[in-house]
């Protein structure tokens, strides 16, 4: 691990001249698409609008993520249009969150898969990504095997806690 200077920031690089993978904002986008999906699940519920709220709410919560980080360079001192996006791309990876999960949602629409099998299927789909993205972070600390399946199941845990959470809370 080295340290680099990019427009005038210390950051830590896995390799020299190359910027650390931010792995965070994906794990937070699979978090939140979890929790909106267990909270919208209730009643009649609309798969297609529940994928409409999702995408909406994960790009605003990207760009709130974005914008507070380059509100925090700002502060620091000028930064470049270049590196406003380079911070705006490095939590990109949170809108990722929204795919899978989005794409299941779809389906009643042009299968004859049920409402609540889909949504069902995309809460899972979202369980899986967090557990992923656990296991990838746990990794990229570069752990043992051991370390980063005790980081995923952390990461499931939490999914399985809103989903448990919402059980309580709204029914």
């Known amino acids: ?21 931010h792995l965070a904002p994906a794990v937070y986008g699979s978090l939140l698409v979890t929790t909106l999906i267990a909270v919208q699940w209730q009643g009649e ?8 709220s999702l995408v909406t709410s994960v790009a605003v919560f990207w760009l709130a993520h974005a914008w507070s980080q380059i509100v925090d360079r700002r502060v620091q ?14 939590e990109a990876s949170m809108l990722s969150a929204v795919l899978v999960p989005g794409l299941i949602l779809g389906l ?46 952390i990461d499931l845990a939490l999914g399985i806690l809103v989903v448990g959470l919402k059980v309580v809370v709204v029914h």
């Open 77 to 90: 001192g000028p930064i470049s249009p270049r590196a406003a996006a380079r911070i705006a791309s490095s």
């Open 108 to 153: 009643p629409a042009v299968t004859d898969l049920q409402v609540d099998t889909a949504i069902g299927i995309a809460l899972v789909a979202s369980l899986i990504q967090l557990f992923l993205w656990g296991l990838a972070v746990g990794r990229a600390a570069h752990a043992t095997w051991p370390m980063a399946l005790g980081v995923a199941v």
């Open 45 to 52: 519920p609309a798969p297609g609008r529940i994928a409409l």
């Open 1 to 21: 691990m080295s340290i680099e200077q990019v427009d005038g920031q210390v950051s830590e690089a896995s390799e020299p001249g190359r910027e650390r993978r």
